[in-house]
Nanobody, 125 residues
């Protein structure tokens, strides 16, 4: 059983930065792709960013390209999401998830089997 624990969320002003972390335990981390998703109130959970097992392939949803960076440290069983130039519309609960795949980055939720509990990111004006 894999456990994912996110941290780093909080309240931040628009234009500022946050870095989210997700630590995995209880299972295999380094051979799987990972993803970050977010869910705003009243909206569906959406894909934000993904990274393959080795870290040399990343993929972002259009709205965060150039502002967010996903990375991973397999020695620490941790995946990160650096979020710069935050906007009001980035406000959401952010979740990390472990993919069913290793090399390919999927955007659909059904391709992820383990999920964290989420961390709240609130961007104010």
């Amino acid at each position: 059983q894999v456990t994912l624990v996110e941290s780093g969320g909080g309240l931040v002003q628009a234009g500022h930065s946050l870095r989210l972390s997700c630590v995995a335990s209880g299972g295999t981390f380094s051979t799987y792709a990972m993803g970050w998703f977010r869910q705003a109130p009243g909206k569906e959970r959406e894909f934000v960013a993904g990274i393959n097992w080795s870290g040399d392939k990343t993929y972002y949803t259009d709205s965060v390209k150039g502002r967010f960076t996903i990375s991973r440290d397999n020695a620490k069983n941790t995946v990160y999401l650096q979020m710069n130039n935050l906007k009001l519309e980035d406000t959401a609960v952010y979740y990390c998830a472990r993919s069913l795949a290793s090399s390919r980055v999927y955007t659909a939720r059904q391709n992820y089997d383990y999920w964290g509990q989420g961390t709240q990111v609130t961007v104010s004006s």
